[in-house]
């Protein structure tokens, strides 16, 4: 079992930056992929950046998101520059691991307006 706690959202005017963290705990040694992703109203999730093996962005994120990763806190950090009023939505952490479970966050806002 993994938990993850979501925090960090906020209203921002475009162009801003927000960081956004995830704190996981329980068997978080097993976790094989860890990341982002964000919720629109009316659609479903999709991906905004992952880190395992390798890291992932979303072409919409590639060159002003930047996720990292601090083993020893447990954390995972999305980093968000030159933010847009289309990047406002619930963001979401979620994780993965190698027998293919999935857990999710309870989700933070980001509201990008002026």
């Known amino acids: 079992q993994v938990q993850l706690v979501e925090s960090g959202g906020d209203l921002v005017q475009p162009g801003g930056s927000l960081t956004l963290s995830c704190v996981a705990s329980?068997?978080?040694?097993?976790?094989?992929?860890i990341g982002w992703f964000r919720q629109f109203p009316g659609s479903q999730r999709e991906l905004v950046a992952t880190?395992?093996?390798?890291?992932r962005y979303a072409k919409s994120a590639k060159g002003r998101f930047a996720i990292s990763r601090d083993v020893a806190k447990n954390t995972v950090y999305l980093q968000m520059d030159s933010l847009l009023p289309e990047d406002t939505a619930v963001y979401y952490c979620?994780?993965?691991?190698?027998?293919?479970?999935?857990?999710w966050g309870q989700g933070t806002q980001v509201t990008v307006s002026a």
């Open positions: 329980g068997t978080i040694s097993e976790i094989h992929v």
């Open positions: 979620y994780a993965n691991m190698p027998n293919g479970s999935e857990y």
């Open positions: 880190t395992g093996s390798n890291i």
